[in-house]
């Protein structure tokens, strides 16, 4: 993610994401205030958020859940023992935490501290967590399935940057690498959370069947900077083979998928699992946002690899092809959904 | 403190900081070995060290402090309930987190956070650390005291940055305000520790009585420092009203004061106090080094208030009124010291 608060920074393009965390508002306040059992809790209450930022959209999350739980606390007769609150805020260790730090609102319910790294590790002691979130975050790989990467392979990719439209062995590296990260991730989590702790997940992801001819999701848009890239590469301003050595971190999963890897973990019940349609999305209607919120969250994975001179006639293109389209410029063709997913931590000795 | 990792940083420019890690580390094994109540302790193990900087040596100490507490746990026979450790770093907002995050040790026996904010103020729940740390930070000041900025009251400093060889109001002004600081970063620190929970405290000082024409200590620092300003100004850099309205919000101690402050806290029995040398400013007899090391630490404080043409000249002028006296040249004239306290924090019913 692009740090700092200029036009390009993630502070400054993440609408999308935002939408993400007004959706589930209301869904995160019901269960807990439904699920939390505020009767067993020890003082501190710790909540951490796997995937944060530079805090922009963490901020309001994590106030929509110190202030339910404080509701909780208060409706079941328990005011006076409403806890501190300490958040860990997470993000890999290239995040910008000086923007997070200098942005964290100066009224908030809670203790803020920041922990660099990867959320496919352990970040926090055995069961010290009670409340776990991550928004639009799940979504990147911990790294390029290998097997993409390696041109001797049947899944490597050619002149593509991801697996849309690809042959089956590339959806199949991708697919396989998504569940070996999610699945690490919550092995991670459940070391973590204390036994009956929370865990509320917002995945993006696209339905199982979707028409490219009539609909686009955020998919498309790999696709269509993959052929912007291809593009350039046309143009001279790098060979074709670095396009073909490039390759998205990503994926974007299904929801039978994703409740599938779910399903495998010994170590949560699913308290609810439900698709929401993102509102942020209805944001990003003119080309040059849609541009701007992919350049805000694509741009330092693409500096890396060809260089910074690129980005500006990259994104140009970027937008030119979305204005160019009657498909893009509808924004209710738009098919990204997202999951919300409420696990709860099983007792430690009953697996 | 400068961030980053270049020639004028603090993580290349603070042997002398180091140098008070490298005395205290037989102490505070000693101390853990003597002190520490491992029967009675839950996993997790959670420490802080307040005024971590860029973390170069803070890494230092959470390395001792950790290892010596695993230790702890093996000779007492408690190998088996060796907890997990959680080290809060914490410093300023303004602090380059982004270096600390990415300098950690990858080999470390913690999980690692960060924490931005005033140690002045609360930071942590309440009752939820185990070890507090502090080294080379409480001579910090919030603020400079308000009369001495103030051109109408009579401790108000002309033609110097800071309180050596001022009037007699200006000293109190300085002294009440650092006893302010220190009582309230102590309040603090008793909310946030547990019962029985160990603080060490690392503390710049100065003997009561030293001779500035046979000695030197960092305060002399501060008055070349004052000097230089006024030279500058002479040569019409800025006014000499420019130097008379900026002050170091710093104030370097007096063993005999610092056990007064913490005496008047009843919510912790000193369990040790001496005065140590420190090592690290025999680092420091160049005296380019030496003019280096207070660059680091007060560079970000004189662009605020100067701007940054003049940094280089300054410290350029510095460098040259050391290296022009015979006493700086001298590395046995320097007499600063370093106060060590272990402090325990008392029952919570028994004040």
């Known amino acids: 993610m692009n740090g700092g608060d200029g036009p390009n920074s993630y502070a400054q393009n993440s609408s999308y994401q935002r939408g993400a965390v007004d959706v589930a508002k209301p869904i995160i306040e019901a269960e807990i205030s439904r699920k939390l059992d505020v009767k067993h809790r020890s003082s501190p209450f710790r909540i951490a958020d796997f995937g944060c930022s530079t805090g922009h959209n963490s901020f309001a999350a994590m106030k929509i859940i110190t202030e ?8 079941d007769g328990q005011t006076s023992h409403i806890p501190d609150f300490q958040v860990f805020f ?34 926090l002691p055995k069961s010290s967590l009670h409340f776990g979130y991550s928004s639009c975050s799940l979504n990147w790989l911990s790294k390029v399935p290998k097997e993409v990467a390696d041109n001797a392979s049947p899944a490597w990719i050619r002149g593509k940057i991801h697996c849309f439209g690809a042959r089956r062995e590339v ?10 990260d999610v699945e690490a991730f919550l092995d991670a989590r459940a070391e973590e959370l204390v036994a009956g702790g929370l865990m509320a997940l917002i995945v993006p992801a696209v339905p199982a069947f979707w028409n490219p001819n009539t609909a686009y999701t955020s998919i498309t848009d790999f696709d269509i900077l993959g052929s912007c890239l291809m593009d350039l590469a046309e143009k001279g301003r790098f060979s074709k083979a670095k396009v073909d050595s490039f390759n998205l971190p990503v994926h974007i999963t299904i929801p039978q998928e994703f409740r599938a890897i779910l399903e495998r973990s010994d ?35 693409l500096i890396n690899h060809f260089g910074s001179e690129i980005i500006e006639e990259l994104f140009h293109q970027y937008a030119n092809k979305l204005a ?28």
């Open 267 to 301: 170590n949560y019940t699913i308290e609810r699992m439900e698709i929401i349609d993102n509102p942020g999305k209805r944001t990003l209607t003119v080309p040059t946002d849609r541009a701007s919120f992919f350049r805000a969250v694509f741009e330092q994975l």
């Open 171 to 180: 959806l199949e590296a991708y697919s396989n690498q998504y569940a070996k």
């Open 324 to 351: 160019a389209s009657s498909l893009f410029l509808e924004p209710k063709n738009e098919k990204s959904v997202l999951i919300f997913v409420l696990l709860k931590r099983k007792p430690y000795d009953q697996k």
């Open 90 to 123: 997470n993000d890999k260790v290239t995040n910008d935490f000086n923007t997070l730090f200098s942005s964290l609102p100066p009224k908030r319910l809670y203790y803020a501290t920041g922990i660099p790294g990867s959320f496919h590790g352990r970040l």
């Open 68 to 75: 339910a739980i404080k509701r909780k606390f208060k409706t």
